[in-house]
């Protein structure tokens, strides 16, 4: 009964290799976010969706697409990962008329 | 460029005492603050949280604590306990969905 949920939990994979990583919240919120932890600990935002409408784009390189086939899921496909794309990436839900975002476990990625 | 900053990586209190962690922020159009707890391998979960138009908030053992004319927050935890032990992000609220966070402070207490 997991609120915010994504697969995998790891993601190990080599440079240039193309990976999803999956978010589904069953909450009922209509916001998702994805958000990147570096190796600084800077939680810092990528995405937002509303609805299925991407409502904010921070700047992340084109080989990020973020995919929402409902509003409960928010996919991450990252396309020629490179080193520098090691990081934990966090989804967050939120309903629209409150504040309080949750976040799901993280999915730890290592590019080799 | 880091609006929200946490200047403090980590902290450590003896159990019983008060845990002060700080956050401070450069962008005088944040209108919403709230404090995350993180444990390892976990995700962040909501603690507390303040609007701008106050300057206090408490809940339980947590009080959130803003000054606006110095673009400063903090959080107190009063009396600390060893599961309080976790990384704290503060982060603010621009526009209703833009979230600024901080790099964490990690506080151990010691028991």
């Known amino acids: 009964d997991t609120a915010v949920s994504q697969t995998p939990k790891y993601l190990v994979t080599q440079m240039g290799n193309d990976k999803s990583i999956k978010c589904e919240q069953n909450l009922g919120h209509d916001t998702m976010y994805w958000y990147k932890q570096d190796s600084k600990k800077f939680l810092k935002i990528m995405f937002s969706?509303?609805?299925?409408?991407?409502?904010i784009n921070e700047t992340v390189p084109n080989r990020f697409s973020p995919k929402s086939p409902d509003k409960a899921h928010l996919n991450l496909h990252i396309n020629s990962l490179e080193l520098g794309d090691s990081a934990v990436y966090f989804c967050a839900s939120k309903s629209l008329g409150l504040r309080e975002q949750f976040f799901g476990p993280g999915t730890r990625l290592t590019v080799l | 460029d880091q609006q929200v900053k946490q200047n403090s990586p980590s902290l450590s209190v003896q159990e019983g005492r008060i845990s002060i962690l700080n956050c401070d922020y450069t962008n005088s159009m944040f209108d919403y603050f709230l404090w995350y707890k993180k444990y390892p391998a976990e995700g962040p979960t909501f603690l507390i949280s303040?609007?701008?138009?106050?300057d206090k908030n408490e809940d339980g053992r947590f009080t959130v604590f803003l000054n606006k004319s110095a673009k400063h927050l903090s959080l107190h935890i009063v009396p600390s306990q060893p599961g309080d032990s976790a990384v704290y992000f503060c982060a603010a609220l621009y526009t209703g969905n833009q979230f600024y966070f901080g790099t964490g402070t990690s506080l151990t207490v010691i028991p």
């Open positions: 969706y509303n609805n299925k409408e991407l409502i």
């Open positions: 303040i609007s701008s138009i106050k």
